[in-house]
């Protein structure tokens, strides 16, 4: 991902995690993830996404209590991207999943801005 690259459109999400919790203890952080995924495709499918990359902050907040526990939703920040993908030829557009800033974190970065 380059840094000047910049989104193309930006959704906000709340994607709700509850059939998660009707399978089997040992897969559910996994088919979190996936549905996830799913989601984001099932959403901006006419946007003609091909490929949607998750963000590691949200892997983590998935796997955060273990693989048995992932939380009941999740509010992303989706962003769609254009960008040259290895596998195809010519520009694509791509959609990253990332988790929304928070006040305080909005906050504290202003605060080091102000300082620094």
Do not use: C, D
Not at 34 to 58: A, D, P, Q, W, Y
Not at 97 to 103: A, T
């Amino acid at each position: 991902m380059s840094e000047e690259s910049t989104a193309l459109r930006t959704a906000s999400l709340v994607i709700p995690l509850k059939k998660v919790y009707y399978g089997r203890r040992r897969i559910r952080a996994k088919r979190a993830i996936r549905i996830i995924r799913e989601t984001v495709m099932r959403h901006f499918r006419k946007e003609g996404i091909k490929l949607v990359k998750i963000s590691n902050e949200v892997n983590e907040y998935i796997w955060s209590r273990g693989i048995e526990k992932p939380p009941r939703k999740i509010k992303v920040v989706v962003e769609i991207r254009e960008e040259e993908v290895e596998e195809e030829e010519g520009k694509q557009k791509v959609a990253y999943v990332l988790l929304p800033k928070s006040k305080k974190a909005k906050k504290v970065e202003e605060h080091q801005e102000a300082q620094g």
